[in-house]
């Protein structure tokens, strides 16, 4: 097991009635002015976003609202917040919605201090000193944005979809009610399922060995958002699989099943310039192509893949061939994303075939113009993110 650093700092508030303490929450943590952002209408629809105004009212917080999050959130509305913080003296950030709300509002929380463009946080030209507070009412557990460092923006100008870490934006408090992901489309819950549980993969499949505690971890885990997940397809509002759903979320994220390990995020990095070019969802994305970086990269630990394949997929250990096994367990993987209705293939995803040229130009934006590698099971170059692209077509 590798030594680690974890921190975890964000307060989490889990249950049906967390909400109603989203003012006093914001209170604590030194709101007295709060830019209440969300996306398109589910939040409204919902009555969530006057029922948050109206605790924070409670609390004398004032508060100003800024909409029209998009998944794969764009730049454009992170300046305008920046712009509208600034103008109206804003002091904390509530992000009301999924992971594309709350990781625009870390991107205007780092903004609104930066005298630059944000964006210059985003290509690492410019180092962050500090960033206002954000926080989080969770409506879709999906990308793990509420206690992770992280935050994706899309630059419409050129379609170029970047992730940056940095501790400055961790949430200071996300509350979390399962009844609230409910009215989830179930493509939503599928894409949120696969996020889940590839946040546990990209670190389950490590060159490391000896993390015992990590890996049951992370196969709990594992087991237990693909039985859930079938729970609230045939049932979306069964509380009991919501919930464990919601909380396999936050910990698929925050790093506790990464402790110890380092982490591959190969097939994350190939998926976010399918999500740049294609605006799809990051999660069916994720499906489209883990099946093939798998059959790409299994033999580089098929001990590895083996095991996942049996105490994962509950695969009948091939003691024979263990080849054998960690292929069937992939296999295994890929009837599951289609049992969940989710894409196997790039063609599934975007509804026709991918050209040559589209290829090569996400493989020429993945690999920085044929300079970097990505992903640490196997270091994929160029030519290996264009053939893992072209196995997944
Ligand atoms: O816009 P509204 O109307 O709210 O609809 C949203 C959106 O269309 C809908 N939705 C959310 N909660 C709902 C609901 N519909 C009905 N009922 C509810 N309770 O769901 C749709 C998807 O929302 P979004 O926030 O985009 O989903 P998700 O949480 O999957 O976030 C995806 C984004 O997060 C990034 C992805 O790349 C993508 O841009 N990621 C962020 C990470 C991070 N910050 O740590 C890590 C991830 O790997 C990921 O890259
Ligand atoms: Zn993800």
């Known amino acids: 097991?590798?030594?680690?650093?974890?921190?975890?700092?964000?307060?989490?508030?889990?249950?049906?009635?967390?909400?109603?303490?989203?003012?006093?929450?914001?209170?604590?943590?030194?709101?007295?002015?709060?830019?209440?952002?969300?996306?398109?209408?589910?939040?409204?629809?919902?009555?969530?976003?006057?029922?948050?105004?109206?605790?924070?009212?409670?609390?004398?917080?004032?508060?100003?609202?800024?909409?029209g999050v998009v998944p794969n959130p764009r730049l454009s509305l992170v300046h305008k917040g920046i712009e509208l913080c600034r103008q109206e003296g804003i002091d904390f950030i509530l992000a009301v919605g999924g992971g594309s709300v709350i990781d625009s509002a870390k991107a205007i929380a780092y903004g609104v201090p930066y005298e630059g463009d944000v964006w210059d946080i985003y290509t690492e030209a410019y180092e962050p000193q500090c960033a206002l507070p954000v926080a989080a009412v969770l409506t879709i557990p999906a990308a793990g944005s509420e206690m992770?460092?992280?935050?994706?923006?899309?630059?419409?100008?050129?379609?170029?979809?970047?992730?940056?870490?940095?501790?400055?934006?961790?949430?200071?408090?996300?509350?979390?009610?399962?009844?609230?992901?409910?009215?989830?489309?179930a493509y939503q819950t599928a894409c949120g399922a696969v996020d889940i549980m590839m946040h546990t993969m990209e670190r389950y499949f490590s060159q490391d060995d000896d993390m015992t505690l990590t890996d049951e971890l992370a196969e709990g885990l594992l087991r237990t958002v693909k039985n859930s997940v079938f729970e609230v397809l045939k049932n979306p509002t069964d509380y009991r699989h919501r919930t464990q759903i919601m909380w396999a979320g936050s910990l698929a994220?925050?790093?506790?099943?990464?402790?110890?390990?380092?982490?591959d995020f190969a097939t994350h990095m190939l998926e976010h310039e399918l999500s740049a070019m294609f605006d799809v969802a990051h999660g069916a994305g994720l499906a489209a192509l883990w099946c093939s970086w798998a059959r790409y990269v299994y033999k580089e630990?098929?001990?590895?893949?083996?095991?996942f394949a049996v105490n994962v997929m509950g695969v009948a250990n091939d003691f024979t061939s263990p080849e054998h096994t960690a292929l069937e367990g992939i296999a295994a993987m890929e009837r599951f994303y289609q049992a969940i209705g989710m894409p196997v293939s790039i063609s599934e995803l975007i509804g026709r075939e991918v050209t040559e040229q589209e290829i090569d130009e996400m493989v020429d934006k993945c690999s920085h113009r044929d300079t970097i590698t990505i992903g640490n099971f196997k270091h994929l170059d160029s030519t290996d993110m264009k053939a893992v692209y072209t196995m997944a077509k």
């Open 1 to 67: 097991m590798k030594d680690f650093n974890y921190y975890a700092p964000t307060q989490v508030v889990f249950g049906a009635s967390s909400e109603e303490q989203t003012g006093k929450l914001v209170k604590q943590y030194g709101g007295s002015k709060v830019l209440l952002h969300y996306g398109g209408k589910s939040a409204e629809r919902s009555g969530l976003l006057s029922k948050i105004a109206s605790l924070l009212e409670a609390e004398g917080i004032a508060c100003i609202k800024l909409g």
């Open 148 to 185: 992770s460092d992280s935050s994706v923006i899309t630059n419409e100008d050129g379609d170029i979809k970047i992730g940056y870490s940095n501790n400055l934006c961790r949430c200071k408090f996300a509350v979390m009610n399962p009844e609230r992901t409910y009215t989830l489309p």
């Open 253 to 263: 994220h925050n790093d506790l099943t990464g402790c110890g390990t380092t982490g």
């Open 301 to 307: 630990n098929i001990s590895r893949f083996a095991r």
